[in-house]
């Protein structure tokens, strides 16, 4: 069965500091995983889109692991602002396109002064 | 280039009464996906379509529930007899081609409360 699973479900972090996010697929055959970050009250919004062939890319204080053995991948947020709380979403789309997929709770991220 | 738009933002709608949620795709797209968030859930895929056909609509309810994307004018999702469960977020994204390649670009979503 084709999953996605995040965890934590939730974090509270002080600001300033970083965080490590982790999601585990199953999904196969693998084309491409992507992070999405959902403000609360907003629609997702991409933050890096990782395939087989990467294994790290970076988006400003975001970095995104992938390893495609292990078929797990990591979010981690640098220096973390109070504007960085928020879910955050890992997707990994059937090849084929987006039909069918289902975009998880992903991990509640809350930054406090 | 404006992003996706989604109107109207907030809509409150009594039992049985008829909701039509608005989206105008990212300029140049042609593919238009509709997504239900309830509270505290992710997204759930509804329907897929491109201008004048439904592709995929296996995630939309059979009954009640209709999409299209016209020719001209914005992709509208249409919810006859609305019911308490209808409540949730409606979101819709565009994407400039098919298939998970393609980076879907998502609108603010469409808040709809029935009472």
């Known amino acids: 069965k084709n999953q996605v699973e995040q965890s934590p479900q939730s974090l509270i972090i002080l600001e300033g500091k970083n965080c490590t996010l982790q999601?585990?697929?199953?999904?196969?055959?693998?084309?491409?995983l992507r992070w999405y970050k959902q403000d609360t009250g907003r629609g997702p919004v991409s933050l890096t889109i990782?395939?087989?062939?990467?294994n790290t890319k970076s988006n400003g204080r975001y970095t995104a692991t992938l390893d495609a053995d292990t078929k797990q991948s990591s979010l981690h947020i640098t220096a973390s602002q109070l504007s960085d709380s928020a879910s955050y979403i890992c997707?990994?789309?059937?090849?084929?396109?987006?039909?069918?997929?289902?975009f998880g709770t992903g991990t509640k991220l809350q930054v406090i002064p | 280039n404006a992003g996706v738009m989604q109107n109207p933002r907030h809509l409150v709608r009594r039992r049985g009464q008829e909701a039509r949620l608005r989206c105008s795709p990212m300029?140049?797209?042609?593919?238009v996906y509709w997504y239900r968030q309830l509270p505290e859930e992710g997204l759930k895929f509804m329907v897929y379509l491109q201008k004048e056909n439904i592709i995929d609509e296996s995630g939309m309810p059979k009954e009640r529930f209709s999409a299209e994307f016209p020719k001209e004018g914005p992709s509208i999702l249409r919810i006859q007899q609305v019911v308490r469960g209808d409540s949730a977020a409606y979101f819709c994204?565009?994407?400039?081609?098919?298939?998970?390649?393609?980076?879907?670009?998502f609108g603010p979503g469409t808040r709809l409360t029935v009472t």
């Open positions: 994204a565009s994407s400039e081609g098919q298939g998970e390649n393609y980076e879907q670009y």
């Open positions: 999601c585990n697929y199953t999904v196969s055959p693998f084309s491409n």
């Open positions: 300029k140049g797209h042609s593919h």
């Open positions: 997707v990994v789309p059937r090849v084929g396109g987006y039909q069918k997929v289902t």
């Open positions: 990782m395939t087989f062939s990467e």
